[in-house]
């Protein structure tokens, strides 16, 4: 195989899978994997939700073992079983990292997650000297958040904190990369910023191992080759340019400039949907909206944009009823008296992140479905007949049927997102609320769901999205507003 930085380079990393598979609850996630990395690759890993990318990322870094088959490290041109030696000079990021500090009790600043880069925890050990403190705060002032330093982590808003885990794994100058949708959540400058730092690093020697639904992430990163995974085992891998072709088909898609008027009717019964006069927001003790004013009607249909921070999940968070107004006042389904959050739930559906870290890990699908017509996270009673029938058939409708027995903690990222798409679609609301909904679904699961939006939207039902990708948007005509210019 061809080395895109002149062979190998001294002090590389590799890692050799023969046959390996890795089984949990009885089921295979992966199985006879034949993989090996040379030292000075970087690869691309694709595949659909669940095809097992993360798992196979886990198991080629050494955070899992192999129920079957071998697996093998290369360090310093040595073949060794074991990964210690090998997993200090590596890093990774994902959704699961961000997922870990949400549910966590925890209260790290940024700094310290930053810090804790050093020891591959999440949190630093011990007493934390002047050396650590600083290396941090440059790894922070390189991917440009020096003046989070200091804001806990959990006050930050989801981008900013996918940004905080990328500067954590750079902070310890890895010899290897590995990335699991690490971009998700960021805005476009910010990706930009992010893709360039990676792209530095691997001019420095920095070996990558990338997995993304997003292609193209992959086309401008400095990778040599990819592999395909689908339901747990590989079915390609070769030069990225070719793995790129097997894993990303031309699909059907409305150009932007022809997108078809759904109509949709006007509900009569309310002025507005949602609006707001004056509404000042904090979180944390920082202000986050100010002095806001917007109206939303039916038959409308909006994007939020605007940088990481700008407020949009706190905008969404508040439109559901789970935020309220510093100052200025909030009206919703025509009228500015107050309603209580279970009268709001009945016709407003929110999908976000927060939802995700809400949910508990042992809850099946078709649990969280039934959920959604409860207007609460779980079920604090056993579904009737009703709800069962009527959240079946809309996981048959979406080709979700597989996931309804599944639980949460053997889902992956894109297949939890579908099933809380899933679960504010079940009550037909008149306000559909969606955070980066679309983040960690593939390429086909997103199609799929422009597809689905843009019906419920001719049926009736408001859209109100914040995304950061123009392409993950329905079609349907939308109205934008940008906050934080």
Excluded at 178 to 198: K, Q, S, W, Y
Excluded at 215 to 227: I, K, M, R
Aim: glycine share 12%; hydrophobic share 45%; proline share 6%.
């Amino acid at each position: 195989m061809r080395q895109k930085n002149g062979g190998n380079i001294p002090g590389g990393l590799g890692v050799r899978l023969s046959g390996a598979g890795v089984r949990r609850g009885g089921a295979d996630i992966l199985c006879g994997i034949d993989w090996t990395l040379r030292p000075g690759e970087s690869w691309a890993v694709f595949g659909a939700n669940g095809a097992g990318k993360s798992t196979f990322l886990a198991l080629a870094r050494g955070d899992i073992w192999p129920s079957t088959g071998a697996r093998s490290f290369i360090v310093e041109g040595r073949e060794q079983l074991s990964p210690l030696g090998f997993r200090e000079r590596t890093a990774f990021v994902s959704a699961a990292q961000q997922m870990w500090y949400a549910r966590s009790e925890a209260d790290p600043a940024a700094w310290e997650v930053v810090l804790s880069g050093l020891d591959d925890g999440p949190l630093p050990y011990g007493e934390v000297d002047e050396e650590g403190r600083a290396a941090a705060l440059r790894a922070l002032a390189q991917a440009g958040l020096a003046k989070y330093a200091e804001r806990p982590f959990a006050g930050l808003s989801q981008g900013q904190q996918r940004r905080i885990l990328l500067a954590r794994a750079l902070v310890g100058r890895p010899c290897l990369l590995f990335l699991d949708e690490c971009l998700e959540g960021l805005d476009a400058p910010a990706r930009a910023d992010m893709l360039d730092m990676l792209r530095a690093r691997a001019g420095r020697g920095t070996q990558l191992v990338c997995a993304t639904h997003r292609p193209e992430e992959a086309g401008v990163l400095p990778l040599d080759w990819g592999l395909v995974l689908e339901k747990g085992c590989i079915v390609f891998q070769g030069p990225l340019p070719v793995a790129l072709a097997a894993a990303f088909p031309p699909g059907p898609r409305a150009s932007r400039r022809s997108r078809p008027a759904v109509p949709c009717p006007v509900r009569k019964t309310a002025a507005f949907l949602l609006a707001l006069e004056g509404v000042s927001v904090a979180r944390g003790g920082a202000p986050i909206l100010s002095g806001l004013t917007w109206t939303v009607r039916p038959g409308e249909h909006w994007v939020v944009t605007g940088e990481n921070g700008a407020g949009k999940s706190t905008l969404l968070a508040l439109a559901a009823g789970d935020l309220h107004p510093a100052s200025g006042r909030a009206g919703r389904f025509g009228s500015f008296r107050p309603l209580s959050l279970w009268a709001i739930r009945k016709r407003a559906a929110l999908v976000s992140f927060d939802l995700d870290v809400a949910h508990d890990r042992e809850t099946t699908g078709l649990e969280i479905v039934v959920s959604g017509l409860r207007g609460h996270i779980g079920l604090h009673e056993a579904a009737d007949d009703a709800e069962t029938a009527r959240a079946a058939a809309l996981l048959d409708d979406l080709g979700l049927s597989g996931l309804a027995e599944r639980t949460a903690d053997t889902l992956s990222t894109g297949e939890l997102r579908r099933l809380l798409l899933a679960r504010a679609l079940v009550g037909e609301p008149e306000l559909l609320l969606l955070d980066e909904p679309f983040a960690g679904l593939d390429a086909a699961s997103r199609r799929e769901m422009r597809r689905i939006l843009a019906v419920v939207a001719g049926l009736g039902a408001t859209l109100i999205m914040a995304s950061h990708h123009a392409d993950d948007l329905p079609d349907v005509p939308m109205r934008e507003l940008r906050l934080g210019d």
